[in-house]
Each structure stands twice: as C-alpha cells, then as structure tokens.
C-alpha cells in the first residue's frame, strides 16, 4: 500500500523556520510527483510546493516562493518542506500528498490520490 507520513510541525515564533518531512513507504518516489499542501484554519487544501521524483523539478505557490524549499531524499524515500520567515498566516495543517508524476506538476488536490495524515504548524505573531 502507497502510504505517506508527514512529520516536524510545531510552534514557531514569526520569523522562524521549521523542516517538515514526508516518509513513503510502499512505493518508489521514482514516477511520482509529490506535493505539499497547507490547509489554514477555515479555509481549502493549498497547493504550495510539488516536486518531481524523477528528476527533483519544482514548483511553488507564489505565495511561499522563496520562503520555502522543496526537496527529496530518494534513497530514504522522504520529501523535505523547509519553510523559512515563517508568518502567522502560514498556521495550519500541512499535508503531503502523492501521485503519478506524467510530466505534471500539479498544485491542485484533485490531482492527488495518496495523503498524509496532516502535521500541524502554529506561527505566533
């Protein structure tokens, strides 16, 4: 079974940083795309970053271009969010998300079948 575990939230000072990651298990990254979603308090599933298995290509929300960073540990299987000047509107449930990558890099979370289960990042003001 496909299965993502997200990891690293937690409570941070405006300003700070945090490192989320993403461990897969049941599948090679290799042919997907992985996806990092934000899901802020009352408000829809993000798209903020997505990467490609195959050949580690990016792209961003525009609204976390250059803040954060999407990377990807192929040989540990695990998919890194650093997000840095964190602000307090980046609060929310972060989510990574997985699914065949086809040449398309999708920030939409229809495109996705397999999630995670959700780490949760507090930003205070």
């Known amino acids: 079974d496909v299965q993502l575990q997200a990891s690293g939230g937690g409570l941070v000072q405006a300003g700070g940083s945090l490192k989320l990651s993403c461990a897969a298990s049941?599948?090679?990254?290799?042919?997907?795309?992985i996806g990092w979603f934000h899901q802020a308090p009352g408000k829809e599933r993000e798209g903020i970053a997505v990467?490609?298995?195959?050949?580690?290509?990016?792209r961003y929300a525009d609204s976390v271009k250059g803040r954060f960073t999407i990377s990807i540990d192929n040989a540990k299987k695990t998919v890194h969010l650093q997000m840095n000047s964190l602000q307090p509107e980046d609060t929310g449930v972060y989510y990574c998300a997985a699914d065949y990558y086809g040449g398309i890099l999708s920030l939409r979370a229809p495109f996705y079948e397999h999630w995670g289960q959700g780490t949760l990042v507090t930003v205070s003001s």
């Open positions: 049941g599948f090679r990254l290799v042919g997907y795309a």
């Open positions: 990467i490609s298995g195959d050949d580690g290509t990016t």
